[in-house]
């Protein structure tokens, strides 16, 4: 015999688990794109920062095989080196990109305006912070270090290279709640700037919530952000959102700052019996 049974969490949010770039440092997630714009380059094909940025948030190793495989880039690469890219490219070009990401990581390490009201949020309502990447475990020290300088040490890191599979499947989400010794999914938030992140996130089975404006949806540096007039950051910001809303997110905001109110509104979900 078959039993019904629906289990309703009501407790607090627990755990919240952040993407790096574009959601809590790297306004802009300006440092993949310049790091991939400069390793193709390298090897005499330019792509353009549309084409860079149309597999973000993917495990490094298959971003560089989806740009090889994106029609333009592979004609490109065929007639610069006289075949298509196989597997060995595949392996040089990652082996060559980390040094180039890694630099570029060091030149944009500057933690997103809000993450140290967030942080003393949390610490009041006891929620552990946690985040997970699609760099790999060689490329981050130096930006983990950077963020230990502006007061950030966050208690679960997770990289793409940690886990069996990258985003959008479920691994480093559900590895970072277990290392936050989260009860239950349902208690836990992830926090992205990408459609696979969010994608991740609601794999998993938690709360999954874009972030819009300081990302990859519009892909522009807070120094580029600023100096646009208004009407042209509105429409940017429009289409951002709908992009992460249109991705499943259970919520779209500008930029972490926002993001202490909106744990509120979802502890009073939950409180009303609500899953995500």
Not at 7 to 27: E, H, N, W
Not at 196 to 217: D, F
Request: proline share 5%; glycine share 10%.
């Amino acid at each position: 015999m078959m039993y019904h049974y629906q289990r309703s969490y009501r407790g607090p949010i627990r755990a919240l688990i952040m993407d790096l770039a574009g959601t809590c440092v790297d306004f802009g997630s300006t440092a993949p794109i310049h790091a991939f714009k400069q390793l193709f380059a390298d090897n005499g094909v330019m792509i353009s920062g549309v084409e860079a940025r149309a597999p973000m948030g993917s495990e490094k190793r298959e971003h560089i095989r989806a740009l090889l495989a994106m029609p333009r880039i592979a004609e490109a690469w065929r007639s610069t080196h006289g075949s298509a890219a196989g597997k060995a490219d595949i392996d040089r070009l990652y082996r060559d990109f980390v040094p180039v990401q890694v630099a570029a990581i060091a030149e944009r390490a500057r933690a997103i305006a809000g993450l140290s009201d967030l942080l003393e949020y949390c610490h009041r309502r006891g929620i552990r912070v946690g985040v997970n990447t699609g760099y790999g475990r060689e490329m981050i020290e130096g930006l983990l270090s950077a963020l230990a300088d502006q007061g950030f040490m966050p208690e679960s890191v997770v990289c793409a290279t940690d886990v069996a599979a990258g985003r959008p499947a479920p691994h480093m989400c559900l590895q970072g709640a277990m290392e936050l010794e989260a009860p239950c999914v349902q208690a836990c938030v992830k926090v992205d700037d990408t459609v696979v992140g969010i994608e991740e996130g609601l794999n998993a089975g938690m709360w999954s919530i874009g972030v819009a404006v300081s990302g990859n949806a519009v892909g522009l540096s807070l120094e580029a952000w600023r100096v646009l007039p208004e009407p042209e950051r509105q429409v940017l910001r429009e289409r951002a959102h709908q992009r992460l809303r249109s991705a499943g997110a259970h919520a779209v905001i500008d930029s972490i700052a926002e993001l202490p109110d909106l744990l509120i509104e979802l502890d009073g979900r939950l409180a009303r019996g609500e899953r995500p």
